[in-house]
């Protein structure tokens, strides 16, 4: 290898090191503080003494629910206005900028400011008050830009090829939709999904304003819950000697979201043209 090949070769290691080293360094630092707390217990007993004993299990289920509110309304809405965006406005267009204009302008909103709305519209005006379907609902709204673009963008990247071909084939415009173009943008859509999952669940700000702060197990969606990110920021805030607790529930949470991609990766993982007609 010639000299100027390896310092290609080291200027490429250098940023992934960037990447990689602060990651691990972080994770060695959850697992030092945090491993010994880690059990079967952990995950199925109730908190005790603010969460300096006991476990984690209402929190699981309130993150779950919160979860599951926020994608039942952001994977729909955000893929139907990424369709209409890729197949009726022409990028380039003044409504296509006008429009990313406005999801870019969301995209960037401090989430203190959707907490400060959700807790004015979902918990006070609608009357649904600290609880776990204020919380998904105004974490859906956070989230929707992010979905929407990713979408978006992976549904442009789908080849014309696939359109003409479709057509050859008869396809309705239903036809096209769901037998091709969906799958084709399947990898990008999860993507989105993900970032998606990832920013609801490290959020605190909007779920503090609407989801409330409570440690009991909720028994449906109108009830208070306290979700893991929230758990985290009060034993490390507010809770002392909860900093050990707070890395073991820290654990967990990515834990979780590993999880969670590999299940969205594997469900998108389709063929692009599974199911059209021979």
């Known amino acids: 290898m010639h000299r100027r090949d390896r310092w290609i070769a080291v200027a490429g290691v250098v940023p992934w090191l960037l990447v990689v080293l602060p990651l691990m360094m972080m994770l060695g630092a959850l697992w030092q503080q945090g491993y ?32 599951a509110v926020c994608l039942a309304v952001a994977v729909p809405v955000g893929l139907g206005c990424a369709l209409y ?72 990247g789908v080849p014309g090829s696939y359109r003409q071909a479709a057509r050859a084939l008869a396809l309705s415009r239903w036809g096209w939709v769901r037998r091709v173009l969906l799958p084709g943008a399947a990898s990008g859509i999860a993507v989105g999904v993900i970032l998606s999952v990832g920013r609801a669940l490290a959020e605190t700000a909007v779920l503090l304003f609407t989801a ?23 034993l490390a805030m507010n809770v002392p000697g909860g900093t050990a607790r707070a890395a073991t529930t820290a654990l967990v ?3 979780l979201l590993v999880a969670i991609n590999l299940l969205i990766r594997r469900a998108l993982r389709r063929p692009v043209l599974a199911g059209v007609p021979r």
């Open 36 to 67: 010994q707390g880690l059990s079967l217990a952990f995950l199925l007993e109730d908190p005790r003494s603010a969460g300096r004993a006991g476990g984690i299990a209402p929190l699981l289920l309130s993150t779950g629910w919160i979860l």
């Open 85 to 156: 965006l890729s197949e009726e406005v022409p990028p380039g267009s003044p409504a296509a900028r006008r429009l990313g204009f406005v999801l870019d302008l969301l995209a960037a909103t401090p989430s203190v400011v959707f907490g400060l709305f959700g807790y004015q519209f979902f918990a006070i005006t609608l009357g649904l008050g600290f609880s776990i379907l204020s919380g998904g609902l105004a974490l859906s709204l956070m989230v929707l830009p992010l979905m929407i673009r990713s979408a978006e963008q992976a549904l442009r």
């Open 212 to 234: 409330g702060y409570v440690l009991r197990r909720p028994d449906s969606v109108f009830d208070s819950g306290r979700a893991l990110s929230v758990h985290i920021y009060d």
């Open 253 to 255: 949470l990515i834990a």
